[in-house]
């Protein structure tokens, strides 16, 4: 069973071999950590996630990272808080466990996920940090045999 870190560090410089992306359904860049992590990567991510066809809040799609450290950026899509008729928990649930699921099937041994959706689409962090916490330890229950041996949840410091 892997092991979850809870961080304050830089996501974008951290020396995983996948970080996950807080996308929007586009896929493009945006504001806050998705921005930055598009700027990072460079435009062949930004080629790569225009084929993709968007993302599905609570689905999960990976590319390569490109000029980041990380191997794969695994790009999902959280709720916005209080916009989907009570649905926001399965849905942040659903973006953790799905990327988890991704990054298994893609041999990766550690993952940096920022805090989904407690940002600009305003989910109050500490449900966020609760939610997040038990859709991966779920995760490692449901597949004790995963790649994974270390996950981080990252708390941004500058």
Known sequence: MGIIHLVRDNLITMQVDAIVNSANVGLIA???????????????????????????????????????????????????YGMHGGEEPGMLYSCYYES???ANDNDV?????????????GYPFEEVKTIAQQSISDFFEDFPETSIEKVFLVEYAK
């Open 30 to 80: 945006g504001a806050g950590l998705c921005g930055q992590i598009h700027d990072a990567a460079g435009s062949r991510m930004d080629i790569e996630c225009k084929k993709l066809g968007g993302c599905e809040r609570g689905e999960a799609k990976l590319t390569r990272g490109y000029n980041l450290p990380a191997m794969y950026v695994i790009h999902t899509v959280g709720p916005v």
């Open 100 to 102: 988890m699921r991704l």
């Open 109 to 121: 041994a550690s993952i940096g996920f920022p805090y989904i959706s407690s940002g600009v689409y």
